[in-house]
């Protein structure tokens, strides 16, 4: 009953606020008008990336949680973005084989029960040249802070929504078949075990 209250009332709010760092932020502008006419965004949460897109970009926004979708909603209505909402996990998307042009998933893969499902599915419903554009933050090369990270991340994640700290989201989509075309890693503001970001894009 408490976990409920707390995954429904308070976790949105909190993931919503604390998703608008300027870095953060920054990022978003920078990668997500790259993605363009048909995308599939995984992990929309509480839609912070919809203000970015191309006026011209349609999007197929996924995302498990229907208490953040509601933000999203409201963020899509003020910004003009096209968007089709679908309150479902990236693990299976309800979509054809082939059918977007371009992929976005921004800080979803450290939260995804199973992310090479999702990665697979993404890949599956990308055309053939499709790129996923990311920015995920994951496990730091730095061996102090990865201590940090494997030794907390049981006690983070039930607090975070599901959220892993030491994932290594180059890797992950590497064994799924993408391959990455542009990355850039490093800490953003931030507490340093949950801020080592990697960003760019990858190809089906």
């Not at 604390?18 to 839609?47: H, N, Q």
């Not at 201590?147 to 975070?160: E, M, S, V, Y």
Request: a neutral charge; charged letters at 20%.
């Amino acid at each position: 009953m408490i976990k409920r209250w707390y995954e429904t009332r308070i976790l949105p709010g909190l993931l919503n606020s604390l998703m608008k760092s300027p870095d953060m932020t920054e990022i978003r502008r920078r990668w997500v008008p790259e993605a363009s006419g048909d995308v599939i965004e995984i992990g929309v949460g509480s839609g912070l990336n919809l203000p970015f897109y191309q006026q011209s970009a349609r999007v197929f926004a996924v995302d498990p949680s229907e208490e953040l979708q509601a933000f999203a909603r409201e963020l899509a209505e003020k910004s003009g973005t096209i968007v089709d909402f679908c309150a479902q996990s990236g693990e299976s998307i309800p979509a054809d084989n082939n059918q977007f042009d371009s992929a976005v998933i921004t800080w979803t893969m450290c939260t995804i029960p199973n992310p090479h499902n999702a990665l697979m599915e993404i890949k599956r419903v990308l055309k053939p040249g499709g790129r996923v554009y990311f920015a995920e933050h994951g496990l730091s090369p730095d061996a102090g802070v990865a201590k940090w990270q494997h030794r907390i991340n049981g006690i983070w994640k039930p607090l975070a929504g599901g959220c892993n700290l030491n994932r290594r989201p180059d890797q992950m989509l590497a064994e799924a078949g993408f391959t990455i075309d542009h990355m850039e890693t490093g800490h953003i503001q931030g507490p340093k075990f949950a801020t080592y970001t990697y960003q760019g894009f990858a190809t089906v």
